[in-house]
């Protein structure tokens, strides 16, 4: 069966510190890949998705990016963290018939 | 993607069935019905979709009105634990450019009191 990985669970960064989130999917492959983020008591907000290794889209202009090295690896990262990035970071993966599959999500607190 | 209007917030009392609204008048023909939902803290769920037919599985059922401008999601027996904030999205089904992209509004917050 198919699992997502995605960590760490909690991260409590400076501001002006460098970031970065992993995410892992087992069971499929070349699977579409998604990061959210969720400010608090916002709703959910497309960051980044991937169709393929090496293939990023940019929803929203912000101060981080994406990449995936590898076909189940999805990394969101950021060379200098802002107060506004702080929020609740999720990952996903396209699975059949178009159902999103979440991660567990890192809540990210940047002081 | 169509938009879809929900009720804010919503009360149930445990073991009644819990019915979640939402319009969706704008919807297209090709465009499908998802419902998700977030637990407090963790990631999105799924929990169904539909086109045009109702649906029903072990979480719960869809209803799709005939002209499919609205739908009601159903908890037949809601317990503490569905307690959430409920998502409808209106969606292109497999295909197309979306690569399957979901946009989330702001939900029904459902609590299932006791």
């Known amino acids: 069966s198919q699992t997502i990985h995605q960590w760490p669970a909690t991260l409590v960064q400076p501001v002006g510190s460098p970031l970065s989130l992993e995410c892992t999917v087992e069971g499929t492959s070349n699977p579409n890949l998604y990061w959210y983020r969720q400010a608090a008591g916002r709703g959910l907000q497309l960051l980044f998705y991937?169709?393929?290794?090496?293939?990023i889209s940019s929803e929203v202009p912000q101060n981080l990016s994406a990449s995936r090295p590898q076909d189940r690896q999805f990394i969101l990262s950021s060379k200098k963290l802002l107060l506004s990035d702080s929020g609740f970071y999720l990952c996903?993966?396209?699975?059949?018939?178009?159902?999103?599959?979440f991660g567990s999500g890192t809540q990210l607190s940047v002081l | 993607d169509a938009k879809t209007t929900q009720p804010t917030s919503m009360d149930c009392a445990e073991g009644r069935a819990a019915n979640l609204p939402c319009n969706h008048s704008?919807?297209?023909?090709?465009?499908?019905v998802y419902w998700y939902r977030q637990i407090h803290s963790q990631g999105p769920q799924y929990i169904i979709h539909?086109?045009?037919n109702n649906e029903t599985n072990e979480m719960a059922s869809l209803i799709i009105t005939e002209d499919r401008k609205s739908s009601t999601l159903i908890l037949p027996h809601a317990t503490l634990r569905d307690t959430a904030v409920y998502y409808c999205i209106v969606r292109v089904g497999a295909g197309g450019t979306s690569y399957g992209k979901l946009t989330f509004g702001q939900g029904t917050i459902l609590t299932v009191h006791p």
């Open positions: 704008t919807i297209s023909g090709n465009e499908y």
């Open positions: 996903a993966w396209k699975g059949y018939r178009e159902k999103l599959f």
């Open positions: 991937s169709v393929g290794i090496g293939q």
């Open positions: 539909g086109l045009k």
